[in-house]
Each structure stands twice: as structure tokens, then as C-alpha cells.
């Protein structure tokens, strides 16, 4: 888990892009990602292929490492721990995310 979170805080971008959005904005941002999060580690839960799954992030870096932190992940064997594995995955990077909102 701490490696999801530490891949988590590196996704949802710079110092730079938090200085243009309000804190607000920035939390619309957050709540996106994860929920995207939550649809890669649904897709990783579920056997997706990795190719298959490194098709949503259409070119986008932040999307690409949440990908690449999901199959870091090993696929869980019942329906409770694919459940909790992406509730995990979802919350790490929201609180990644929101690590790098403005205070304002």
C-alpha cells in the first residue's frame, strides 16, 4: 500500500498546476482521478490486459502511472479483496492528489 501511495503523489501534478486552480477546482481534479483510479484497478481486478487497460490514458502521464501502479498490484483472488484492492487504489490517489492542492 505505501507504494501505491507514493505512486499515488506523484499523479495529480506540479506545483505549477496547483498555483492555476483554486482549491476547489483542484478538488473536482482529485475527485476525477480517482474515480478513473478505481476504474484501472476495476480493470486490473477483473484480468484486464495491460495494453488494454494503458488504452485510457490516450497519451496522459498522470493516467499511464496510475496504470502502471494498478499492475503493481497482484490481482486478487475473491470478490471482498478485488473490492477493497481498488477502494484502496481510489482513496490513495485521491489523498495523493489532494496532498498537492493549494491551501487557498
Known amino acids: 500500500m505505501r507504494k501505491l501511495l507514493a505512486a499515488a503523489l506523484l499523479l495529480c501534478g506540479s506545483q505549477a498546476a496547483a498555483e492555476r486552480l483554486s482549491r476547489a477546482e483542484f478538488m473536482v481534479l482529485c475527485e476525477d482521478h480517482s474515480a478513473l483510479a478505481a476504474t484501472i484497478m ?55 492528489c489532494m496532498n498537492g492542492a493549494p491551501r487557498r
Do not use: I
Open 42 to 96: 476495476k480493470e486490473r481486478q477483473a484480468g484486464a490486459p495491460r495494453a488494454e487497460v494503458m488504452s485510457l490514458a490516450k497519451g496522459d502521464r498522470a493516467v499511464e502511472n496510475m496504470v502502471a501502479a494498478a499492475f503493481r498490484s497482484s490481482q486478487r483472488t475473491t470478490e471482498k479483496a478485488r473490492a477493497q484492492a481498488v477502494s484502496d487504489f481510489e482513496n490513495a490517489v485521491y489523498a495523493g
